[in-house]
């Protein structure tokens, strides 16, 4: 049976045709899934921009809307085992990783509800006599939300959460390899008492649909988590229209240990940091630079443990790295791999496809760890977005900085040593927009996120992060009941 999807709040086959959602670690077909036509497209913004400008939704109390995200946590939670395991099916990751997704997902609803209810305006007067200001934040209108395959349940709420909260629409548009999960969370939000049309998931491909999408005249904001060559395609889109975009894009984040460094909880941080989620991930540490006095050392316990990693099927227990999204996306890994060895990279270890056995109808990777490069390396500049660490030496913090700030991204960083005042001097100097200090992929829905340079514009997350989904409007009320001086 065919998946329907969801326009403007319903449930029917899409007017497109229809794709396969793929199980990556078998490449069995976990659904048929219908696709959006055109038509459908400018149905759902359509009726969005009836459903924000709506009074019973505009109007809506901040506590009102939060009781919906509040219900939408609440359901995710009791569901979490249902939804881990659909996540691992759309993309390939371990349960322990999907589970850890899902739960994440509903404490960002939850901390949007909270902020929601809590949210003012502002009094601005400054001792005036004759008038009050104020300052007030209202909706934008329709939202396209556009998410990636990595972590969709993730990055999905943490877009609708926020643009609803502020009293938007929201067109949403999911990877095509992971769609399962959004038509999911469009079936919770429903439940949650969503109003009909503030919400509809378009299924289908992002050149063509979410080109569709964002370039529609009523679409009045672009958030969109993906590679810097999209999100450079859409911020020439928003120009040309003049509305507002937050773009979360790629990554090549430098991870640092100092000789100071505690080189077992350093060394199982880099693993982390770069290994989980089979570095399938913007902020994946895989530039590792490693200071002279202790780079024999720490290389050789950072192997130890890439070497113990379990590589496997992401629903057996205790897996580290499941598989890759796709065969095409291993291909690309294991290029990048090849033209690391050209460059004249060794590799320490990994560097293959698993083939055999259990692996042999799936996308697996070994975790890879590369030496023998320096940073203006291709391999070191472009991101790979696999399980591919760059292992490289400095000397001094000049030198460091010099190395981890010369790439085009600056997303993220971590840094290890047990020196405070060196790691708040470093992690000022980093030209990124997250550090982690003695730890690595740490997350907290209070705190905001983005990136610089060409890793995106605009900021998610944090107390804040629903004034993203809205435009402010200066008020000025006069007391004075006199009329100006001048028409005298």
């Known amino acids: 049976m065919v998946k329907e999807i969801y326009i403007a709040g319903e449930w029917r086959l899409g007017r497109g045709g229809t794709i396969k959602s793929y199980f990556p670690a078998d490449n069995s077909v976990n659904a048929e899934i219908s696709t959006a036509s055109l038509e ?8 969005a ?34 939804l881990s395991r659909l996540q691992t099916r759309d993309n390939g990751k371990p349960l322990t990783e999907t589970r850890g997704l899902v739960m994440s997902a509903a404490a960002t609803a939850r901390y949007i509800a909270a902020a929601c209810e809590t949210f003012n305006d502002e009094l601005t007067t400054q001792r005036a006599s ?18 990636p395959w990595n972590s969709p349940i993730a990055s999905e709420v943490q877009k609708l959460a926020p643009a609803l909260a502020a009293g938007n629409a929201v067109v949403l548009k999911p990877a095509e390899a992971t769609s399962l999960i959004a038509l999911e969370l469009a079936k919770i939000f ?18 063509v649909i979410g080109d ?14 993906g590679g810097t060559t999209t999100g450079r395609n859409l911020a020439h889109i928003a120009a040309e229209k ?25 060394a199982k941080g880099v693993a982390y940091g770069i290994f989980s989620s089979a570095g399938q991930a913007c902020i994946a540490g895989s530039r590792l630079f490693i200071q002279h006095k202790v780079y024999d050392r720490f290389l050789k316990r950072l192997n130890e443990i890439t070497q113990n990693l379990r590589v496997g099927h992401p629903e057996k227990t205790g897996v580290h790295m499941g598989s890759l999204i796709n065969q095409k996306h291993l291909e690309s890994v294991d290029r990048y791999v090849n033209l690391a060895l050209k460059e004249g990279g060794k590799i320490l270890t990994g560097g293959k496809a698993l083939t055999d056995g259990e692996y042999a ?48 991204y600056g997303l993220a960083a971590g840094i290890w040593t047990e020196n405070f005042r060196r790691a708040w001097k470093i992690s000022r100097a980093l030209e990124v927009g997250t550090v982690w200090i003695n730890t690595y992929k740490k997350f907290s829905i209070s705190v905001p996120f ?26 000025y009320m006069g007391l004075n009941e006199e009329p100006n001086a001048w028409a005298e």
């Not at 939704?57 to 946590?73: D, F, G, Q, T």
Request: aromatic letters at 6%; one cysteine or more.
């Open 40 to 47: 459908d497209v400018n149905e759902a913004i359509e009726k």
């Open 361 to 408: 109808k799936g996308s697996f990777y070994l975790p890879t760890i590369i030496t023998g490069l320096n940073n203006s390396a291709q391999t070191c500049q472009e991101e790979i977005f696999g399980p591919v660490l760059v292992a490289m030496k400095f000397e001094d913090e000049e030198d460091l900085l010099k190395q981890a700030n010369d790439s085009c």
């Open 212 to 225: 569709a999408i964002v370039k529609h005249p009523l679409v009045r904001k672009i958030s969109f988590t």
């Open 242 to 266: 003049l509305i507002t975009t937050s773009l979360e894009l790629g990554g090549k984040s430098p991870t640092i240990v100092f000789d100071d460094a505690d080189i077992e909880l350093a």
């Open 190 to 207: 429903e439940e949650a008492g969503l109003p009909k049309g503030l919400l509809s998931v378009l299924v289908g491909r992002g050149s």
């Open 450 to 475: 983005g990136g610089f340079k060409e890793s995106g514009i605009g900021r998610e997350k944090g107390r804040l992060g629903i004034l993203s989904y809205m435009q402010q409007k200066s008020i």
């Open 49 to 82: 921009e009836q459903a924000w400008r709506d009074p019973s939704w505009r109007n809506r109390l901040p506590h009102e809307r939060a009781r919906i995200l509040y219900k939408v946590a609440d359901i995710i939670e009791t569901r979490v085992d249902e």
């Open 130 to 147: 004759d008038f009050m200001t104020l300052s007030v934040h209202e909706p934008v209108g329709v939202v396209a939300a556009i998410t």
